[in-house]
């Protein structure tokens, strides 16, 4: 349990240093894939696993929007 706390922690921490334009989409991404690693027995690999997943669809949202509005059609 203290271990978990201690990852928790970490986590959060290095979240709390990263840009707020870097956390789009890695906060979700990280909960579910520290879930899911913690599941497996790798909560930290899960949860930075998370985060990329998380910033790439976050990333590929953005772009896809940007491209809507350049097309002139209205969302």
Do not use: W
């Given at each position: ?9 970490l986590?959060?921490a ?46 590929k ?15």
């Amino acid at each position: 349990m203290t271990r978990i706390l201690i990852r928790a922690a970490l986590i959060l921490a290095a979240v709390a240093l990263a840009g707020t334009a870097e956390a789009k989409g890695c906060l979700k991404g990280a909960v579910v894939g520290g879930i899911a690693g913690h599941m497996a027995g790798h909560g930290v690999v899960g949860a930075a696993a998370g985060c990329a997943i998380g910033r790439h669809e976050a990333n590929k949202k953005d772009k896809t929007i940007r491209q809507g509005d350049r097309d002139g059609s209205a969302r």
